[in-house]
């Protein structure tokens, strides 16, 4: 099994405004008030953005990559709300996209979208509500929200080859800004809410994971957790993570919230991304956090022994992001996430190598 693994996909805000059908774009956020603002940015610092650009255009090279590799199933995290209505939590930063836009998700091939972050309900319950039907009506599979908890908690069931399936938990912490009162509740829709990362906690995400399971299923969590920025990694983050292996049997891990890639770790043979970084957002010409290339993100490829469902190796596909697009990341560009890379993934005593095109590998 091939699975294509995003990080952070942000279509909302600028993005949504030069795609053909974009929101209203009044923000309420303390120093911009129109999400248009955020293309003047962009276009200040790499030069003219279309507008009314085709669906496909924010994924650029990334989709003929994407494509070459045949993934089995393509997942991501959505972070953003699916609506043109809505009322704006009061959290200071709002992403949405509109529904009529929603094609550039699936322009993509996107197989599963995860909901369990902190920007899926930026424009209250009732956007939350239409991101489930919109996301329903194109015929994307969802994880990590619902119209109450038991559908928050339920995966996404994803069929490679009839009798294979994948499963997809999704969960939301408090780390990576999510409000508690997003949980979805027994008739409330909201956010698969993690509270903390204690023994009971991983027993309950066990116990959710055993209900569904059938032979031979493979178990993806991916979970929302943590800072935008730094390579530290919480010790509770590892013993979750371990847990989730070693107790739970889950298959990989699959975290974001950090605006820029972390570490991976291979624990039982099965993989950890601690923070696959942001793979498309509105940040381009926003400074302050240069030290960790923003502009830099991995399209990750998880290949896994469909016997054993142990990892047999990632590959990572450096892209900078310019003009809201997706590009083959320069020469020097590559390196410098090839050493990063490396550098974080050696703390663990696992090589990243480098290929061709600045491609890089870890095997298990």
């Known amino acids: 099994m091939r699975l294509f693994l995003g990080g952070d996909v942000m279509t909302g805000r600028g993005i949504d405004q030069v795609m053909p059908h974009p929101c209203d774009p009044v923000l309420y956020e303390p120093h911009l008030r129109s999400a248009r603002s955020y293309v003047d940015l962009a276009e200040r610092r790499s030069g003219a953005i279309p507008r009314a650009a085709p669906f496909d255009y924010v994924w650029g090279d990334a989709l003929d990559e994407i494509d070459r590799r045949e993934p089995d199933l393509r997942i991501i995290n959505l972070e953003t709300s699916v609506t043109a209505d809505g009322m704006p939590e009061p959290k200071g930063i709002n992403y949405r996209m509109h529904p009529d836009n929603l094609h550039c998700i699936v322009a993509a091939g996107i197989d599963c979208c995860v909901l369990a972050n902190n920007h899926a309900a930026d424009w209250g319950l009732s956007g939350l509500k ?15 929200a ?3 908890a038991d559908a928050a908690n339920r995966p996404a069931v994803l069929e490679t080859v009839p009798g294979r399936r994948l499963l997809v938990f999704a969960f939301a912490c408090p780390s990576s800004g999510v409000p508690a009162n997003w ?3 027994k008739e409330r829709p909201g956010i698969n809410f993690l509270a903390d990362f204690s023994e009971d906690a991983l027993a309950a995400v066990a116990d959710g994971i055993d209900e569904w399971r059938q032979p031979d299923d493979t178990v993806l969590v991916s979970i929302h957790w943590g800072s935008n920025w730094g390579y530290e990694l919480p010790p509770e983050h590892r013993r979750f993570a371990h847990g989730l292996i070693d107790g739970a049997r889950v298959d990989v891990v699959h975290g974001h919230s950090s605006h820029h890639p972390l ?3 291979i624990h039982a043979d099965r993989p950890i991304l601690y923070g696959c970084g942001d ?3 509105d940040y381009e010409g926003i400074g302050g956090q240069e030290r960790f290339r923003p502009d830099l993100t991995l399209a990750y490829f998880v290949d896994l022994d469909d016997q054993s469902h142990r990892l047999r190796r990632i590959e990572m596909v450096p892209f900078r992001l310019q003009k809201f697009r997706l590009v083959r990341a320069s020469d020097e560009e590559a390196a410098w996430l090839g050493q990063t890379m490396k550098r974080e993934c050696a703390r663990f005593g696992h090589h990243v190598a480098a290929g061709e095109k600045g491609t ?3 095997s298990g």
């Open 263 to 265: 570490a991976i770790e």
């Open 279 to 281: 793979f498309i957002n």
């Open 360 to 362: 890089l590998t870890l």
């Open 130 to 144: 239409e991101t489930l039907l919109a996301l329903q009506r194109a015929r994307l599979a969802t994880a990590g």
């Open 146 to 148: 619902g119209l109450d």
């Open 183 to 185: 949980a979805a509740g």
